[in-house]
């Protein structure tokens, strides 16, 4: 065996997206251990950052050390007791594991679904809190990664705030790429992942938590069920100054990789971050819609920064993907659950949202689908695209 | 704020240690993603070398996608079902946080205690297997990482087996830096951590479980009550060829740092890599005591990774540490638990266990202390420390 040289990649699936070379740079300083005063100021600065791109004051904010489904389960491990009554709206694959969580833990699951591929309609939530007045806690995901289906996380959380619920928000797929407002919502435990608009490496979770959340916690009739996620424990350690109470260790290069992330973000700004993930959105949609292509999800519930594509009629996906690697080192994804073989999942992600990568995403599909026989309209897409961009 | 830049430490506390330049480039390779046939046969690569490490033939050998704690929870978490027996060993900090698992989830919990800087004493696991023949799981930890402590793991992995019990050991310190043989001892869930013997950034858990343990947790009478953890699920993942279902985003760059740290290992050889630690263990230790430095450990039971000086007599240990670190960029650790204040935890672990580290260590802590007008001998450790080198 041998070090592994990756072939390079074009990272334009659901995530990991394209990490960004200065990330990666980041990542490969040396290490310096956990308790170090440098690194203790590096932490500071990450909790600082990550509340900015969260839109938030919570002095609860840091970054979880394991993947975004470790941000789940620490939402739900934190906040739900045995017997707790939680709503979940489902409408795609992670909403389903959000439900999987509350049941593990013993809480009453109310399920909640809504249509794969389309928003999650607040009048559902409505008639559920009002067969449900004892929920405790309604958790929903913003941005469905199966599904590139963003729904309407200001009405929903105010809806489960006017009945007294405590809100879950799963923002994996959606922070930096479209607004994300944790206090403008008045949501209570937020989640994210580094590796979609972060443009960071995966394997760390973005975690917030208002202060009526902590509340919630830190008077639990019953322990923690995990040591690991146990938020009052990791307060102690990502608490303010030098009284740190050691925990774990802290993923050291991961969180230099991260601390670079959250600068790129802030110093472009978030509008202008949203902004630039939606003008890559449409120029995309301009070329797909003139090749033939249709959007799986209605235009006013698409999230920018994932496309959902229908497959054609008499196309295999799977051979498509395996061509766009093939030929051009191009990853897009495949379709989830109930949408795998029917859909493709373009992501614009972060450092991915450019518009070479744009270009290079419908000129590669142009050649692999026409090589294909695929049924699309040929020499077209760029025009389309170009124009989608003057108009912006 | 700014891009961060860490002044460069020498680590030789107890973790992170230093790590391997090679290690630092590989993992600010470009990321692919995490279904990429490029990153299956990294993961299948990674697989085989911790086989080789944990000198297992588990197939259920993987790292986990959080730090060493995660380990330790996943190997609870799957193996303790509510009201299951276990018994737990306990000689140090480590050891505390596998009965906090047990109580965590509803097992009953036995707790066998050996005086901190002892190994455990087998003829206590024999009186609490005869006084509790119901017992299913005896856990302990092999390397005490706060106590610098070395327990004779076959012996007591062969005395649970013989009464029927799985065994968990923690072999987050020692794996690379003393021999661990999982096969050898037929232990049931070993787990260890990245940033120690490895020279690998902090972040993952190399993880191993035997086949009777993978079939206690494949016929659970209740579901593991952590999705993220859940080796079902992680199986479904890590599992052989092309089928992988999708579970988590691996930690891809993480990732390919472990697997040039086990490319490192491996080259290098186990049992060269355990003599190269005993090696410069000696050294150090020839030259402390020539300062007049005292061990906290027995000798027979001492790491040679990780090595517990008492602090002398009216000497701060905290202003020593800082001291080290402002005058000569040196990190060693403090004292845990009841040893804060007592002992220094001197590291030398994998690529930190090099005699120019011994070198700098011995010289920057005569210079400290000396500055700090502590008793110690001046002008001998360095002979003391050659002298060691030779007769080896």
Redesign the interface.
């Known amino acids: 065996?041998?070090?592994?040289?990756?072939?390079?990649?074009t990272?334009m699936?659901p995530?990991?997206s394209?990490?960004h070379p200065?990330i990666?740079?980041?990542?490969?300083?040396?290490?310096?251990?956990?308790l170090?005063?440098?690194?203790i100021r590096?932490m500071d600065?990450i909790k600082?950052?990550l509340q900015t791109v969260f839109q938030t004051d919570n002095a609860l904010t840091l970054p979880l050390?394991?993947?975004?489904?470790?941000g789940?389960?620490a939402s739900f491990?934190n906040l739900v007791e045995p017997g707790d009554k939680v709503i979940v709206l489902q409408n795609g694959v992670f909403g389903g594991?959000m439900a999987?969580?509350v049941?593990?833990?013993g809480g009453t699951l109310v399920r909640v679904e809504s249509p794969w591929g389309r928003a999650i309609d607040p009048a559902q939530l409505e008639a559920a809190l009002k067969a449900h007045p004892d929920t405790k806690v309604v958790a929903f995901v913003h941005a469905e990664t199966s599904t590139g289906v963003k729904s309407d996380a200001k009405t929903l959380c105010a809806m489960a705030q006017a009945a007294g619920c405590l809100t879950i928000v799963d923002c994996v797929t959606s922070l930096v790429g479209c607004e994300v407002d944790v206090d403008g919502w008045g949501a209570d435990a937020v989640y994210s992942?580094t590796?979609k608009c972060l443009s960071c490496?995966?394997?760390l979770s973005p975690f917030t938590l208002s202060p009526r959340a902590a509340e919630v916690i830190q008077s639990r009739g019953t322990?923690?069920?995990?040591?690991?996620l146990d938020m009052n424990l990791i307060m102690g350690y990502w608490g303010e100054g030098q009284t740190r109470a050691?925990?774990?260790?802290?993923?050291?290069?991961?969180l230099?990789?991260l601390?670079?992330a959250l600068?790129i973000a802030?110093d472009e700004g978030l509008s202008a971050s949203w902004l630039r993930h939606q003008r890559n959105h449409e120029a995309l949609k301009a070329g797909l819609e003139a090749m033939g292509l249709a959007f799986f999800v209605p235009e006013s519930e698409r999230l920018p920064q994932l496309n959902l594509v229908t497959v054609p009629e008499g196309v295999d996906e799977a051979v498509v993907r395996r061509q766009l690697?093939a030929d051009f080192n191009l990853?897009i994804g495949a379709g989830?659950g109930v949408l795998a073989g029917k859909v493709w999942r373009i992501g614009l992600m972060g450092y991915a949202s450019r518009p070479e990568n744009v270009l290079l995403c419908l000129s590669a599909l142009e050649s692999v689908l026409s090589a294909s026989q695929a049924p699309i309209h040929r020499g077209v897409a760029i025009d389309a695209m170009q124009a989608a961009y003057s108009a912006a």
Chains 1, 2 share one sequence.
């Open positions: 065996m041998q070090s592994f040289i990756p072939i390079p990649r990272l699936g995530g990991p394209d990490v200065r990666l740079t980041a990542m490969a300083k040396p290490t310096v251990g956990h170090d005063p440098e690194f590096l600065e600082r950052l050390s394991a993947p975004g489904s470790a789940m389960e491990v594991r999987e969580n049941e593990r833990l992942g590796q490496a995966p394997g322990p923690v069920k995990s040591w690991f050691y925990h774990h260790t802290a993923p050291v290069n991961a230099y990789g601390h670079e600068l802030v690697l990853e989830l």
